[in-house]
């Protein structure tokens, strides 16, 4: 019963973004045909237009339509990122252009990564440099 309780509401709510979608769309038709009949000056329309975008796309999250609009952008699916890194993982092409790049790179990462350690003792006997302003940022 909870089941078809949740179903119920579930396809009243989505009816209900359906009515409102057709509101939205002869609103805004309207408010377009009363901007283009008084001279078309400054499209305020637009406000409209946004106003009723805004208000679809929030209900439409309301009732999961991300996940429809999964099927259409398949990048908005949260396991897409690991399937493209495995993906190019697999790639010889791209793992061997990394490895050159890092190899023809002077400084490599594990050089930028570390920190130095300093003391009360080297900070006084060792005059600060300026930084070099030549390294590309």
Request: glycine share 6%; charged share 25%.
């Amino acid at each position: 019963m909870d089941l078809e309780k949740t179903v119920r509401k579930y396809v009243h709510d989505l009816k209900g973004l359906y009515v409102n979608i057709i509101v939205y769309g002869v609103v805004s038709l309207v408010s377009f045909l009363v901007w283009l009949s008084f001279g078309g000056a400054g499209f305020w329309p637009i406000w409209v237009f946004l106003g009723f975008a805004a208000a679809i796309v929030l209900q439409g999250l309301t009732l999961g339509s991300v996940k429809q609009l999964e099927e259409v952008f398949p990048f908005l699916k949260p396991e897409w990122e690991e399937q493209q890194i495995k993906k190019l993982l697999k790639n010889t092409g791209f793992t061997k252009a990394t490895q050159t790049q890092e190899e023809k790179s002077p400084t490599t990462k594990k050089e930028t990564d570390k920190k130095p350690v300093s003391t009360a003792k080297t900070a006084k006997s060792s005059p600060k440099k300026a930084p070099n302003k030549s390294k590309n940022l």
